[in-house]
């Protein structure tokens, strides 16, 4: 199983981090995706990739609710630290795998909707310079957070290259599902697939698994029975189960297809 996205840099792993990724790395577990939040999770997390190389990878961005009355500042710190951690130089230590997350999320606060959209906005173009793809964190603004990756993908930057990525934390309907995979976006599918409450499991009716990744949320989201608890990448086990009936084909398979998917998004090396 790879954890497309997991935050491993945050305070709720910080008592037994090493610990914690020594048994995932021995459960089974072939790689992790960090994703960042802003320009202070930069460092934790090149520490975390450099220390657990070839099972940690790091990804930079601004996530929507950190979008505040600094965000332009972030956004600066941010492209210099993506800028130094990418490309060809054998040199440059650990290498960014994605963009994010980054997108928008109303959810708190709708002080700052035209800073997020223009920080979501400029991030979707570097990851265009860049050639990366992007994790997208999009919560109560499906409207417009469809409409700004149409837009980057009709309209791509000065480099015409394709826009990639996954929608983290998936939680849609079928047809948003389906909008999402008409511009050949992924799916992040994790706890919430076990939630008792959940219709997610019907909204992917539609969905092929060669569109889903897995992912965690860690330490948020554990899945059912788990369900409260902090989360950890072995837990996609019950997420796996769920997706297994849902296409009506064995565990392995699932895990098979899905790490192939975040293999080929991410372009992590194969094991
Ligand atoms: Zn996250």
């Not at 290259?161 to 599918?189: D, N, T």
């Not at 769920?242 to 998917?261: D, K, M, W």
Request: hydrophobic residues 40%; charged residues 25%; proline residues 6%.
């Amino acid at each position: 199983m790879i954890d497309s996205h997991c935050h491993i840099d945050e305070e709720a792993y910080e008592q037994d981090r090493d610990e914690m990724l020594q048994r995932q790395k021995d459960g089974g577990i072939e790689a992790i995706v960090i994703p960042g939040v802003n320009a202070r999770s930069i460092d934790g997390i090149f520490a975390i990739c450099r220390r657990w190389r070839g099972f940690c990878y790091p990804v930079l961005g601004l996530h929507p609710q950190d979008v505040a009355d600094d965000w332009q500042e972030q956004l600066r710190i941010l492209h210099e630290a993506m800028l130094g951690h990418t490309g060809d130089d054998p040199d440059i230590g650990e290498r960014i795998v994605a963009i994010g997350e980054i997108g928008l999320d109303y959810h708190y606060t709708r002080d700052y909707d035209e800073a997020q959209h223009e920080a979501f906005r400029t991030q979707l173009r570097w990851a265009q310079e860049l050639d990366l793809p992007v994790i997208i964190h999009s919560r109560d603004a499906t409207a417009d957070c469809l409409s700004i990756v149409r837009e980057a993908i009709v309209n791509p930057s000065i480099i015409n290259r394709p826009l990639r990525g996954v929608i983290h934390c998936f939680s849609g309907s079928a047809e948003v599902a389906q909008e999402w995979l008409k511009m050949g976006m992924y799916l992040g599918i994790g706890g919430v697939l076990t939630f008792k409450n959940s219709r997610l499991a019907e909204n992917l009716a539609h969905v092929p698994p060669e569109r889903i990744l897995l992912e965690t949320d860690g330490p948020y989201l554990a899945p059912t029975p788990h369900r409260g608890e902090r989360n950890e990448p072995l837990l996609m086990q019950f997420v796996v189960m769920r997706l297994a009936e849902i296409y009506n084909c064995t565990p392995e398979e699932v895990i098979e297809v899905t790490s192939a998917n975040s293999r080929n998004l991410f372009r992590l090396p194969t094991f």
